[in-house]
């Protein structure tokens, strides 16, 4: 975590010192912009602002996942002694996110998995059901009623299946960026004009 004062020049040799492509810049007109309105607790656990969070997941979206991320923080003149905060307060933040992020994906995968239980319970039903009115005779009503018995086991299956297969992915990712943010270990905070 670095401090600077305001001065353009420091900001100059500093992007000349080769910070990457992966530089996400917050300009804050107060500090209260940075933070969720009704978060009560100390700056180091309170929680991110919405627009600021969705605005650092665009920024970070966009880049390489191979990308080193750093993020630099402008701060109204007179925030000289929260610097070192603010910078606490964003890898908390991420910290905490990437952690409920994961503990989402685990129930979601729980969920799944009791969906899928009942439903193997029914399809093994509806198959014997299938097979008992195959052995009765050769009719064409019979017939229709296995193929409709086939499509209800699709059916039933198709939610679960869909949960363990596909819907994960999406957490899987946010979860993703959420550790990498928790894992920068660069915040920049500029004190004085931006």
């Known amino acids: 975590m670095t401090v600077h004062k305001g001065s353009p020049e420091q900001k100059q040799l500093f992007d000349a010192a080769g910070v990457s492509s992966g530089m996400i810049e917050l300009r804050l007109r107060s500090l ?50 929260v610097g070192d905060l603010v910078a606490r307060a964003i890898r908390n933040h991420f910290r905490t996110t990437s952690e409920r992020t994961r503990q989402k994906l685990r129930a979601h995968f729980r969920n799944g998995f009791k969906m899928l239980l009942p439903g193997l319970v029914v399809v093994v039903i509806l198959v014997l059901i299938t097979q008992f009115l195959a052995n009765l005779a ?28 596909y819907d994960w992915r999406p957490i899987r990712n946010e979860c993703r960026l959420y550790q990498r943010l928790a894992a920068v270990d660069t915040v920049h905070c500029y004190i004085g004009e931006s």
């Open 32 to 81: 209260g912009d940075l933070f969720h309105p009704l978060d009560p607790t100390p700056i180091p656990e309170r929680s991110l602002a919405p627009e600021v969070v969705d605005y650092i997941m665009d920024k970070i979206a966009a880049l390489d996942p191979k990308t080193a991320i750093s993020i630099r923080v402008y701060l109204p003149e007179g925030s000289d002694d």
């Open 138 to 165: 050769d009719r064409p009503l019979l017939d229709k009623v296995a193929l409709g018995i086939g499509i209800v086991i699709w059916v039933t299956l198709w939610r679960p299946i869909e949960t363990l297969i």
